[in-house]
């Protein structure tokens, strides 16, 4: 008789986890087998060394998990970031040498690559015409010339050649030229947007080369957190679509990064809330963010993405972003009038929070008369950061009055220069300014808890002396009224934001340049939650669903939706829902493949492995459509897919050849391959 055998076990149990690295926080969560979240925490990111605010963060939420789950249980990370787009925006760029091949003045000068400096443009013959046949010789010895002399002063090439998306033979060549004189990072345009326009292509690989150090810095801190914890998870990023991709490959694109973190709150928030048809309304520290799902899926930019004014081609949500949140900076303008953002600030609660000895200061400053400009706000030195030799004479001197605890902003920059100086170091990451921030008001209303309630009061008080001095009132307001008055202005500029990205999917309600006519006045009163009219019973009413998350959520989009008349969601998890679409986002990658006719009767497949030439267009698409599948899956595979599916579509433009019969003029054969990421289990 056959002796039993062991008793069946169940399979190891696995959680992911997702990290989202924002300007103030950065957030964490753990997802378990049956994709409940099980854990979250948050940290203060800390942008002079990311590594400390993602292994406070992450070491915060495996110790909220199980003692029985152990680290081999860890078979997923992804992370979301706001890195890419926040250089983009703040124009800092990694110096990089960019060759373009075929390229006459003119188009250089439509692709602006000359802006910002960072680089260097160097114009090659060659290229090709748009039939995919060459249109001059590559000219091999100018783009050595240009790799010796400038290779050494650069950190990245960004290569770029005209209708290489038609026939991307040069950019391979110039890429194996450029390599086999230094060995470092290579963007090739073709690799990253199949459309013409050549001078936006190559703005978008020079943007690509530029950003390489930035999440190499973040992938490599995040990977120094893992090895301390011994998690040898696979680690993928999310896209500015919002799918995912390996880490690996994200160093080889990282300006598919951009929006990265927008994109993961609107996955996050479909994900918590179940909907499919949906506006998302992401307020964080720095920006509030608002997007549209349709159908299950964001909204797209179809013609790339704009941020910071370069015009890229990278596919990326249709986000509306404004910078309001809950750092925001709440200051008098020149008419005098309360404003918030756009620049953000550490909050005053926080600060006393971490530094209990301004409340002294706040103290004394509160109990003035005539405060100096900028009395409520301080300044320090981040620590760890040295600028070395870059700093000119102003910001040296305003460096060197800065200390590792917070001094008076008055004390430190005591002049309008002085002061720019000292917010040039801050864009840096090498100093932080202190204020008074919506955060702040919210404590002293008692809507948010968490720091020092006592410094935030204090700030709004001395704001409100500020205030009754620069406008020679006999009376000032109370700090709730200055805070009141904070909380009013969040509501109504998060409730135009919110009502201009509905109205811009309808063709011909868009805006004017931000000028929105008539309607104006319409949004204007329906976002303070006043009357149209006595006569005319008229407001806008949102038609669909508004999810709320990041957060602040909870204590303005309540109001925010009463008054635009929509249903509201504040998901469970709002708070953490970058982190959660950081890791509930599947893996999807693109390929297409055109179809043209260059002479009658010839359908010319742009094969990139090289033109094969048909005399029938159906033999035609059926070899396009089996490249364009298995470049889709292929890809796919490579940036972190298990399993994934494909579809594929033919979208034909055909031609008049008479009064009752038409031709094939051209096709685009376009696949998608989508898959979940691959685990550590199945990696």
């Keep these: 008789m056959t002796a039993p055998g062991p008793a069946p076990t169940d399979p190891p149990a696995e959680y992911s986890i997702g990290v989202d690295t924002g300007g103030t926080f950065t957030d964490a969560v753990a997802l378990d087998g049956q994709r409940r979240v099980v854990a979250s925490a948050k940290s203060l990111t800390t942008p002079w060394d990311l590594s400390i605010g993602l292994d406070g963060a992450i070491r915060a939420v495996l110790a909220k998990l199980p003692p029985s789950v152990r680290r081999e249980h860890i078979s997923l990370v992804s992370v979301s970031t706001t890195l890419a787009t926040n250089a983009v925006v703040e124009n800092r760029f990694s110096s990089i040498c960019t060759i373009l091949i075929g390229f006459d003045e003119a188009m250089v000068e439509r692709s602006n690559l ?92 020079a943007l690509n080369a530029r950003l390489t150090p930035q999440i190499a810095h973040l992938l490599e801190a995040l990977r120094r957190v893992l090895e301390r914890e011994s998690i040898a998870a696979p680690v993928m990023i999310v896209k500015g679509d919002g799918t995912l991709m390996r880490a690996e490959v994200a160093l080889e694109y990282p300006v598919e990064t951009v929006l990265s973190g927008p994109a993961a709150s609107v996955v996050g928030a479909g994900f918590l809330q179940g909907l499919q048809d949906f506006l998302v309304a992401d307020m964080g520290g720095t920006t509030t963010d608002v997007a549209i799902v349709l159908d299950g899926r964001p909204v797209v930019r179809a013609e790339g993405a704009v941020i910071g004014g370069w015009r890229t081609m990278i596919e990326a949500i249709d986000v509306h972003t404004c910078g309001l949140g809950g750092d925001s900076e709440v200051l008098f303008d020149r008419e005098r009038r309360l404003s918030v953002g756009p620049r953000k600030t550490m909050p005053l609660s926080l600060l006393a929070t971490q530094f209990p000895e301004v409340l002294a200061e706040l103290t004394l400053l509160a109990a003035e008369e005539h405060p100096s400009p900028h009395a409520a706000q301080f300044a320090f030195r981040n620590p760890g950061r040295d600028p070395g030799a870059t700093l000119d004479r102003v910001e040296r001197r305003i460096w060197e009055s800065l200390e590792p605890v ?146 602040p959520a909870g204590a303005y989009f309540p109001e925010i939706a009463r008054r635009l008349g929509a249903r509201l969601f504040v998901p469970e998890h709002a708070a953490v829902c970058n982190a959660v679409g950081a890791v509930a986002g599947v893996v999807s990658e693109v390929c297409d493949v055109l179809v043209n006719q260059p002479t009658f009767k010839v359908f010319r497949v742009h094969d990139p492995a090289g033109l094969r030439d048909y005399s029938d267009s159906h033999e035609a698409i059926e070899h396009a459509k089996r490249v364009s599948r298995e470049l889709a899956l292929a890809a796919a595979r490579r940036a972190g897919a298990s399993d994934p599916h494909v579809e594929t579509q033919v979208m034909e433009r055909r031609a008049l050849a008479g009064s009752d019969a038409d031709y094939l003029a051209e096709a685009t054969v376009r696949s998608r391959a989508t898959g979940r990421p691959a685990t550590g289990v199945h990696a």
């Design 406 to 551: 917070p001094r008076r902003f008055s004390l430190v920059a005591r002049t309008g220069p002085a002061a720019e100086a000292l917010r040039r170091l801050v864009d840096r990451g090498l100093a932080t300014i202190a204020g008074f921030t919506p955060s702040d008001a919210m404590h002293v209303l008692g809507r948010q808890e968490g720091w020092n309630q006592q410094a935030a009061r204090l700030g709004a008080a001395i704001l409100a002396t500020e205030e009754r001095n620069a406008n020679a009132r006999r009376d000032k307001d109370t700090p709730e009224q200055i805070c009141a008055r904070t909380y009013e202005f969040v509501l109504r500029k998060a409730g135009r934001l919110v009502l201009e990205c509905a109205l811009a999917q309808d063709p011909g309600i868009e805006s004017n340049n931000g000028r929105w006519g008539p309607l104006g006045a319409l949004l204007d009163q329906t976002v303070a939650g006043h009357k149209f009219s006595n006569v005319v019973d008229a407001r806008l009413c949102l038609a669909r669903p508004l999810v709320a998350i990041g957060a």
């Design 114 to 205: 000359r802006r910002g400096g960072g680089g260097v443009v160097v114009r090659v013959a060659g290229g090709h015409e748009g039939t995919g046949e060459e249109h001059a010789p590559l000219d091999e010895a100018a783009i050595d010339a240009a790799v010796r002399e400038h290779g050494p002063r650069v950190e990245a090439f960004a290569v770029a050649s005209m209708f290489s998306v038609r026939n991307p033979a040069h950019e391979r060549r110039a890429r194996e030229r450029i390599r086999a004189i230094f060995r470092k990072p290579v963007t090739c345009s073709y690799e990253l947007s199949s459309q013409l326009d050549a001078p936006k292509r190559a703005l978008t690989a």
